[in-house]
């Protein structure tokens, strides 16, 4: 990679310091886009603290707009302020590594998150910020390639801990190796280690301080063998070792290693069937397993396969084995415990269900991963209490899906909806799936584009997970613009529910009348802090009886101009500060199509010369809509009419004079003409009443500031576009015609020193959650919807109705938020029925068969985002009784206790006969 010069390096190499922090950003990158478009497997990274890496991104960031969109901890200059960040000292990584590190090696401390503790830079960045800065230590990574089906390439930022357990003297050391080394460079560094000859040790893999198995394929990866973070290796050397039953001569008199024999990792039988073998049949030899050093680990999860090939029941008190950590997978642990307790899984899986493997679905794991669920799933429900270590299904996940390998922590979701969904195409039914065109359901009855759905995603999809697991909604998509309506009705294996916010804020909003009807109100309304814009227009249009034609237009009002638009109605109320002030224009939705912006300024009272003087702006626009004729567009009239109707409503009462018969002199009061006034007139009456009595110098913008600007006389004939700007300038003539003050001092959003005591938030139903998830609401803009009748990328309106239920419903409550800048965990008390839930009014198809379900697992997520811990809770149908379910540890549990804010994924199963289910589901029930 070739380094940008930067004109700043001396030629004896000292450094010389960058002229200026955006010189040492351009420099950064562009070495950062070089190195991104060279990544490969072996490239070198290095960790940064994120303490110092974001004090030099606010220090080479500052004034250029970017430094604020730091993380909130970075606390970032602001931008008003005359602050400036000074330049960061040398680099500093001691708040990342640990301070005592055995085994000689520096480490960087456990739990750490990419972009919160640490930073990843490529070799160039490092080489050239530690030129500049100095400082360190130094924490290279490499990059390593995960997966063997889809490819991942990531860094390797935590090495693999491995524990020496030296047979000799019992005494421990500690090395780190990439998962990635042989298990040659294993036998290499142990031995330079300990000082032995390498043709006189013996590695074994001592998982559970139990020998598993000789390592001795020593071009086999550390991954492809399955060893955990920080777990023991025993040596064993010549000397002390009785080689008699490891070691044989062969015929010239050499040692040869006796290695046990196992059967291929990816080999498979069930019920006596052929063993599966990569997609391949092959001949079993019921010898192979004989002698095996698997048979004294019981507690292990290895491949000894033996017990799988007759149908089982369920052992005594089966489903009490808890699951060991192997390094922050309480996350996997808790998803898996949940879907081990989900009676047709169960039952499913301890049949022979050989014949449902299908090892040839190039969307599927050659039936891998449901070989080792169902493998997993057995041991659980056969060893009664005896914890198991889940070491080759974790060594399966890797491989497919190399997203969760290494022993970083995880989503427990995400873990389950890639399960769910990997054991669908292990297990589906259909080898060759057909192609089939979709078809827009052009105002046929839902029943008949339901059905017509369903059986199209059963050509395709036909397992276990689809008859048990899968559910169908109907999805409505609505065009803004032509309102065209798309109707499909997808499948579905899970919902993921929002938790609407309990909390709420208080909002002061100024509504403006764009076509004179009225003076301009403030509003306060009170919303739930996690809506939109689309909420607090509604809000509004409550409050000020808003009718049917008319719209809401809201606007941000900065400095007298309007800053913008607010016409997502998606966007998230957060994005309006409380110090905000934010106006709404009100208009009917027969008004033409061109906007027309009326900023008010003041005119000196000297200034003879309209076109020079002083102005200075004041007070709030005014937004009206005028209509534009197609041939002419919209002259100066059409503009003057539209100004003169806007500020009708502030014309001040003007008292005349007159003398009466007798002499005497009387006082009667000209009404303004006003909109109580002009109501009685037809339009034309109205525009030619208001044009009349306009005294007003306009100007009209050429530019977007307004820098530029003619007087409007000079235009006969206007074509800007949608959007018209135009200058009012006030003097004080007609200061003492129209009343301004109705359009300054806008109230703030919410004043601050008015904050409402704080209440103790209340609990969210699933109920709320569901009704949430199915709300009709706008895509957002990187969801825009092709409507095919416009040829258009549209914002369309998406609204979600569920129309058929399955046997197994799985809620995700989606308490995890993140964006760009910031990451969020909602920790609020979600209430939820433990028994009969009836969903049977949320369901649309017409079966009117109930719709009831009863809670049977949970799983638990307590803590926050970097430091959080899974566990699951789940029921024992045969006993009727509920247990915990924490890594290793297993529990019995009340029912009352099961409801907590940790409830993250709620498991439910139909009951009672409902449609779908028959008999098999009142089986379940009596299990």
Request: hydrophobic share 30%; net charge negative.
């Amino acid at each position: 990679m070739t380094i940008p010069d930067s004109g700043f390096m001396m030629e004896n190499e000292t450094s010389c310091l960058p002229h200026t922090p955006e010189e040492e950003k351009r420099i950064i990158d562009e070495l950062t886009r070089q190195s991104e478009a060279n990544v490969k497997e072996g490239t070198l990274f290095f960790v940064i603290s994120n303490r110092w890496y974001s004090s030099w991104r606010r220090y080479v960031e500052q004034g250029t707009g970017e430094d604020d969109k730091c993380d909130s901890e970075s606390q970032p200059m602001d931008l008003h302020s005359s602050k400036i960040v000074n330049r960061p000292g040398p680099i500093d990584n001691s708040d990342i590594v640990e301070k005592e590190c055995e085994g000689g090696d520096l480490q960087l401390r456990r739990m750490l998150m990419e972009e919160q503790d640490y930073v990843l830079v490529s070799q160039e960045v490092w080489e050239m910020l530690l030129n500049w800065y100095k400082g360190g230590p130094s924490l290279a990574r490499k990059m390593i390639s995960q997966g063997e089906v889809n490819k991942n390439l990531m860094v390797e930022v935590y090495p693999l801990c491995l524990k020496i357990i030296d047979s000799r003297d019992k005494s421990q050391t500690i090395i780190w190796l990439s998962k990635k080394a042989s298990v040659q460079e294993l036998h290499e560094k142990v031995c330079t280690i300990r000082g032995i000859e390498q043709n006189k040790a013996c590695v074994w893999d001592y998982f559970n301080r139990e020998k598993q198995s000789l390592l001795n394929a020593l071009n086999q990866t550390l991954e492809q063998l399955n060893l955990q973070m920080d777990q023991e290796v025993l040596l064993e050397v010549q000397a002390d070792v009785n080689y008699s039953s490891a070691v044989s001569m062969d015929s010239t008199g050499n040692e040869l290693a006796l290695v046990t024999v196992e059967p291929s990792r990816s080999s498979m039988t069930i019920a006596g069937g052929p063993t599966l073998s990569n997609g391949h049949l092959v001949g079993y030899n019921n010898n192979v397993l004989q002698g095996s050093t698997f048979g004294s680990s019981a507690s292990t999860d290895t491949d000894d396969r033996s017990y799988l090939y007759n149908p089982m029941k369920k052992g005594d008190k089966g489903g009490l084995a808890g699951l060991q950590n192997l390094g922050n997978t309480c996350f996997m642990n808790s998803s898996l415990q949940c879907l081990v307790h989900t009676p047709p899984l169960v039952d499913f899986f301890l049949q022979d269900y050989s014949d449902e493997i299908n090892t040839d679905n190039p969307l599927g794991m050659h039936g891998e991963l449901a070989l080792a669920f169902g493998e997993l799933l057995r041991k659980l429900w056969s060893s009664g209490r005896t914890t198991i270590a889940p070491r080759a299904f974790k060594g399966k996940l890797a491989r497919f899906a190399p997203q969760f390998s290494g022993y970083n922590q995880h989503d427990s979701q995400e873990l389950l909806a890639f399960l769910l969904d990997g054991l669908h195409e292990d297990l589906n039914r259909v080898k060759n799936k057909p192609y089939i065109e979709t078809k827009d359901s052009d105002g046929r009855p839902d029943e008949e584009v339901a059905d017509e759905c369903w059986k199209n995603h059963k050509a395709r999809n036909d397992s276990l997970i689809v008859d048990v697991c899968q559910g169908q909604y109907k999805s409505t998509l609505v065009c803004p613009v032509c309102e065209k309506v798309s109707i499909t009705f997808d499948p579905f294996m899970y919902l993921s529910v929002p938790l609407p916010s309990t909390a709420t804020r208080s909002m002061t909003v100024t509504v403006l009348y764009g076509d004179g009807r009225g003076l301009p109100m403030p509003y306060t309304v009170n919303l739930f802090k996690d809506r939109s814009v689309r909420d607090l227009i509604e809000a509004l249009g409550t409050a000020c009886c808003l009718k049917s034609d008319e719209n809401l237009l809201l606007a941000e009002i900065y400095e007298h101009r309007i800053f913008r638009y607010l016409e997502n109605p998606s966007e998230h109320l957060s994005s309006i500060k409380p110090d905000e002030r934010i106006v709404a224009y009100r208009y009917s939705k027969r008004a033409g199509t061109t906007r027309l912006e009326i900023m008010h300024r003041w005119q000196e009272k000297c200034t003879l010369d309209p076109l020079k003087g002083q102005r200075k702006l004041f007070g709030t626009p005014l937004v009206t809509y005028i209509g534009e004729d197609q041939l002419n567009g919209i002259n100066g009239v059409d503009i003057e009419r539209a100004v003169s109707t806007s500020l009708s409503p502030l014309r001040r009462a003007v008292k005349l004079h007159s003398t009466t018969e007798n002499g005497s002199t009387s006082e009667a009061v000209d009404e303004p003409s006003n909109s109580y006034n002009l109501r009685s007139m037809d339009n034309g009456e109205q525009e030619e009443a208001s044009s009349r009595e306009l005294s007003f110098h306009l100007f009209l913008a050429l530019d977007e500031r307004g820098n530029t600007c003619k007087p409007l006389e000079k235009f006969s004939s206007i074509k800007f576009g949608k959007n018209i700007k135009v200058f009012l300038d006030w003097t004080e003539k007609e200061d003492e015609s129209y009343d301004a003050c109705y359009l300054k001092d806008l109230p703030e959003v919410h004043k601050s020193g008015n904050t409402a005591k704080k209440t103790r938030q209340e609990a969210i139903s699933l109920f709320s959650c569901l009704e949430a998830f199915l709300k009709e609401e706008p895509l957002g803009p990187s969801d825009m919807w092709y409507c095919p009748r416009c040829k258009e990328h549209r914002q369309a309106t998406k609204k979600l109705d569920l129309w058929m239920l399955p046997e197994i419903l799985v809620f995700h409550l989606k308490r995890f938020s993140y964006s760009r800048y910031s990451k969020n965990k909602l920790d609020s008390f979600v209430t939820f029925p433990i028994h009969d839930l009836d969903l049977s009014k949320y369901v649309m198809s017409k079966e009117g068969k109930p719709y009831l379900y009863e809670l049977y697992a949970v799983s638990n997520h307590y803590g926050g985002l970097g430091g959080g811990h899974y566990t699951a809770y789940a029921k024992l149908i045969d006993e009727d009784r509920w247990y915990h379910f924490d890594d290793s540890h297993v529990s019995p549990v009340s029912e009352s206790d099961i409801k907590t804010s940790a409830a993250y994924v709620l498991f439910y199963r139909r009951v009672k006969g409902g449609p779908n289910t028959g008999d098999a589901s009142e089986t379940h029930m009596a299990s």
